[in-house]
């Protein structure tokens, strides 16, 4: 696979999940495609997306890997619910402030991504949303 298929590929999936379920589904339910999202945000020169994003990923602690494993359900079950226990020792050494803070700073950064990213990729925009991928398309055919 070309990088630009690839590339297409990671964009096309990022726009019909943050259609079905917004950037919070993506990271929760997708982490295998968020390590590829900053870099196609921008290459399709998304750079306020990119930043809003990197802002995001940014509260998660250094030893999460963005893999489908308990490590990484723990981390999410920690961001979405104070209420919500988890196993990993890491986390549970975080105060309750600080946890709560962490929730916080994430729903607010999951808020203002999404804010942004609406008038460019939901129902009503420009092609519904796909706009950028028929223009990439488009170029790239032309590119032949």
Same mark, same amino acid.
């Given at each position: 696979?070309?990088?630009?298929?690839?590339?297409?590929?990671? !964009?096309?999936? !990022?726009?019909?999940?943050?259609q079905c379920d917004g950037w919070d589904g993506i990271i929760a339910y997708q982490p295998h495609l968020v390590p590829y999202i900053p870099e196609v945000l921008a290459k399709f020169g998304l750079q306020h997306l990119k930043h809003a994003?990197?802002?995001?990923?940014?509260?998660?602690?250094?030893?999460?890997?963005?893999?489908?494993?308990?490590?990484?359900?723990?981390?999410?079950?920690?961001?979405?619910?104070?209420?919500?226990?988890?196993?990993?020792?890491?986390?549970?050494?975080? !105060?309750?402030?600080?946890?709560?803070?962490?929730?916080?700073?994430?729903?607010?950064?999951?808020?203002?991504?999404?804010?942004? !990213?609406?008038?460019?990729?939901?129902?009503?925009?420009?092609?519904?949303?796909?706009?950028?991928?028929?223009?990439?398309?488009?170029?790239?055919?032309?590119?032949?």
């Amino acid at each position: 696979m070309s990088p630009e298929l690839f590339q297409l590929h990671i !964009t096309i999936n !990022t726009i019909s999940n943050w259609q079905c379920d917004g950037w919070d589904g993506i990271i929760a339910y997708q982490p295998h495609l968020v390590p590829y999202i900053p870099e196609v945000l921008a290459k399709f020169g998304l750079q306020h997306l990119k930043h809003a994003f990197d802002e995001v990923i940014a509260i998660f602690p250094d030893f999460i890997m963005f893999e489908d494993d308990s490590l990484y359900c723990d981390m999410i079950n920690f961001l979405h619910n104070m209420r919500i226990k988890v196993s990993d020792e890491r986390l549970n050494a975080y !105060t309750q402030e600080e946890r709560q803070a962490m929730v916080t700073q994430y729903q607010e950064k999951l808020c203002q991504l999404d804010k942004i !990213t609406g008038p460019l990729w939901e129902y009503g925009s420009p092609r519904d949303g796909w706009a950028m991928i028929f223009d990439y398309i488009q170029a790239w055919d032309v590119r032949g």
